[in-house]
């Protein structure tokens, strides 16, 4: 008998007749002789309603409290899968995080997996039940309730098929698997087979929520091999797995975009050491995540860096780095520009192919779309565009990549 996780987001539960196809295909799951535990999503757009709710009556909701809100959209729906999954005669049991053993450190609303007791977990599996596991929420060991970041679900069904060692994971959501890149902005994008957990974890990082970042991470550190694939039918999807030797031969996997980026730029800093430190350090302690990091060679002696950031984080940016600023001296100026947006273009391949940038940036000019700041890794690259052109250059990226096309 196989032990299967099957985790279902948000839209795959998102109306009763949604939850009532769920339950039917977790039925049919086990009816073929397998384990099964469920992770499930808060219907779609609970998340979103609760957050509007607390920010509607406070513009700092405390995090703790937002946590014990967000926690419930995912209670709602075990719940009721469950009972879906008990009308049609499955002896099943919902649990919360803290229940499934989840226990988690860091900060609220950005909780990370410590350690997991599957205890109870087993206990139910040895009982015959199908288990019904709320996602995106853990327990601090003083008994605190945390989640785990938007999209954190999908590292509960990774931690939990982790804790249990089951037989196949599967990320069940609203299309076929992982494509070369998010197919309503690019119609002619293909699935993937198969992606490495590098790519997938550059590509979820840079843009493609199909799946959470942190859960991709947490899937390469444990082995999890995971499939991505629709709840709504039985085509395969995409495995995601440790990468071999044959996936070299493709040099980009997918494009994927950001939007609603912001660029800072600071001039005038004095070209002396520790100057980076202090700058970067206040915006780290401000818990601001940068993108993009680019400093210029010092010209004149002041040095000059830009870095990009989520336009929501700018305000909170500005503030930090103003004592900071004002301490560099009165040379020292920082410059704002919203409106940016991120194109990356990632793949393995590219460690073992020359001019894969090059055909990436004559394509956009070819466009005649502008390039702002450049960024590159060793499987990614990245550029920024004027936000109303990030649709056209994935478009453009995507085909001179060849990416609508089977590799040869
Ligand atoms: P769920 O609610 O099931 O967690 P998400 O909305 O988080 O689903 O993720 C699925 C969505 O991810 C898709 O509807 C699609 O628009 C988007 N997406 C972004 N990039 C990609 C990609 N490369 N491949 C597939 N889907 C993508
Ligand atoms: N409900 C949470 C969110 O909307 C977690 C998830 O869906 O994975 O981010
Ligand atoms: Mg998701």
């Not at 197919?183 to 994008?189: E, K, L, S």
């Not at 991505?228 to 039985?234: E, G, H, K, W």
């Not at 090059?358 to 779309?369: C, E, S, V, Y």
Request: glycine share 10%; hydrophobic share 45%.
């Amino acid at each position: 008998m196989a032990l299967i996780v099957q985790k279902y987001g948000g839209t795959s539960v998102g109306t009763l007749d949604r939850i009532r196809n769920v339950a039917a295909r977790l039925k049919r799951t086990r009816d073929a002789g397998n384990q099964v535990v469920a992770v499930v999503s808060a219907m779609s757009g609970v998340t979103d309603g609760l957050i509007k709710m607390a920010r509607d009556l406070t513009a700092n909701p405390s995090e703790r409290e937002l946590d014990v809100l967000l926690a419930t959209g995912e209670q709602q729906s075990i719940a009721l899968v469950t009972m879906a999954l008990q009308h049609m005669g499955v002896d099943a049991v919902s649990i919360t995080g803290g229940q499934a053993g989840i226990f988690t450190t860091g900060s609220h609303t950005r909780g990370r997996i410590l350690n997991m007791d599957p205890s109870l977990m087993r206990q139910f599996l040895e009982e015959g039940k199908m288990l019904v596991v709320a996602g995106f929420q853990g327990i601090s060991p003083k008994g605190m309730i945390h989640t785990l970041g938007r999209g954190g679900s999908d590292l509960t069904a990774i931690a939990v098929a982790a804790a249990l060692k089951a037989d196949v994971c599967q990320i069940l959501t609203d299309v076929d698997g992982v494509y070369t890149c998010d197919p309503r902005i690019v119609p002619n994008a293909r699935k993937l087979p198969e992606i490495s957990y590098d790519e997938m974890l550059e590509m979820a990082s840079s843009g493609s929520k199909v799946m959470q970042s942190r859960s991709v991470e947490f899937a390469k550190k444990f082995g999890v091999v995971f499939e991505v694939r629709s709840s709504l039918n039985d085509n395969p999807g995409t495995l995601v797995l440790e990468e071999h030797p044959n996936m070299e031969n493709v040099v980009i996997r997918g494009v994927s975009i950001e939007r609603s980026q912001a660029r800072v730029t600071i001039t005038g800093i004095p070209d002396e050491p520790g100057m980076s430190g202090r700058i970067l350090g206040a915006l780290g302690e401000a818990e601001i995540n940068l993108d993009m990091i680019i400093s210029n060679i010092a010209h004149d002696g002041f040095a000059r860096h830009s870095f990009t950031m989520p336009s929501s984080d700018l305000g909170k940016a500005q503030a930090a780095l103003k004592p900071v600023i004002a301490a560099l001296g009165s040379d020292a100026k920082v410059e704002t520009e919203g409106g940016v947006a991120k194109l990356s273009a990632v793949g393995i391949g590219m460690r073992s192919h020359c001019g894969v940038a090059a055909t990436m940036f004559k394509a956009l000019g070819a466009a005649g779309i502008n390039i702002g700041m450049i960024s590159t890794s060793e499987i990614k690259i990245a550029v920024t565009v004027d936000e109303t052109r990030i649709e056209d250059a994935a478009r453009v990226v995507h085909n001179a990549f060849g990416l609508d096309k089977p590799p040869a």
